[in-house]
């Protein structure tokens, strides 16, 4: 939640670690909570429930042990962020008893923020009230009446395992991006591209332009800046030479440009900076046909596709018959013809699939809002099929 949040406001994202003192015999009921430097909240009802001085300092000293672990697991090399002067948001699912937010906020109101802000979607309103005097800012909302826990207001409420949060902070990694230019090289010719690559990357998103349009796309650009965002390297490339673009029959000749798109597949498993990420394609246009035959002729390579506008009409039938990774179809609602070709090219796969419509674009996605609709599409799909879920990126 916090790192959704991040990016919506395009904002620096980091963890916190807290904590629950769990009541004895009641582990799930939080008697207190502590924080990374050992201070510790303790509630008033603490000792009716048997949390006496002594069960609280051995509690305290288990708890801390875990943070210290997860603090060398999840974070090594990773320099926190700076919250000095700044407005800082520490979110949570929702608060019960309130114990591990009050500890986050008193950890957090030590590294000296300006403003200092407690974000959650439900709380009991017992909580809230001692919330409201500890940070300069509370945004709640709903405090319903019924509160018996923050869990009954999911419709989903697993835990958050340990593969998860390693990827939300790989995830987060904004700055530390890198811009390459690479060359591939085959038998015929060289293809120049632009590889970013964050420093903790969870995936490879190589793109495939459409007729008439190169690495330079800006709408490639636009959707592979947000992926890069998202903790994904992309791989932006031009299919054709200059020379070749020049001549219309090579924009639309899918099997030239799939040879290309699989040699770039196949750089990609061997160059040591992309060597065991999973490869997603990203297709536009007739690039939309040639990540199908890819797909199809790499079944174990390619983990997920995502097609732009794009003419998977053009791809062949045994492409239908024999891709195996899950494809998305973005079209614009407006670009009905369009439209109707990727319906129908959906019906035909047997992976699995969905088609994405952004209500009001045409084509190319120049309407306003139409290619962050897009990049949200693509970060959804790849975020779901293509990062591994059993392993931090």
Known sequence: MGLELARLLDADFDIVLVRKLGAPGQPELAVGAVDETGWRYVAEYAERLGADREWLDAAARHELDTIRERRKRWTPGRPRVDVAGRTAIVVD?????????????????????????????????????KIRGIADEVVCLAAPRDFAAVGQFYRRFDQVEDAEVARCLAGAARSDAKVEPVSIELAET????????????????????????????????????????????????????????????????????????????????????????????FGASTGAASALEVAASLPQGISAVVSRGGRPDLASVSAFQHVKAPVLFIVGGDDRE??????AAASRITAPHEVAVVAGAGHLFEEPGALEAV??????????????PRAPA
């Open 93 to 129: 699912d929702g608060l019960a008893t309130g114990a591990t937010m009050i500890a986050a906020l008193h950890a957090v109101r030590r590294r000296g923020p300006a403003h200092l802000v407690c974000a959650v979607p439900v709380a009991a309103a017992e909580s809230l009230e």
């Open 338 to 343: 369009v439209l109707a070709l990727n319906r």
């Open 190 to 281: 060289t293809l120049q591209g632009d590889l970013s690559r964050p420093e903790y990357p969870r995936g490879l998103v190589v793109f495939a332009h459409g007729s008439g349009s190169s690495r330079r796309s800006p709408r490639n650009r636009q959707v592979a800046a947000a992926l890069v965002a998202d903790g994904f390297a992309t791989l932006l490339l031009d299919l054709l030479t200059p020379a070749e673009d020049t001549a219309i029959e090579n924009r639309f000749d899918i099997g030239l440009l799939s040879s290309r798109l699989a040699a770039a597949v196949d750089w990609a498993a061997s160059d040591p900076r992309t060597a065991g990420l999973p490869i997603g394609l």
């Open 375 to 388: 990049a949200r599409h693509a970060q959804g799909w790849f975020r779901r099929w293509l990062a591994d």
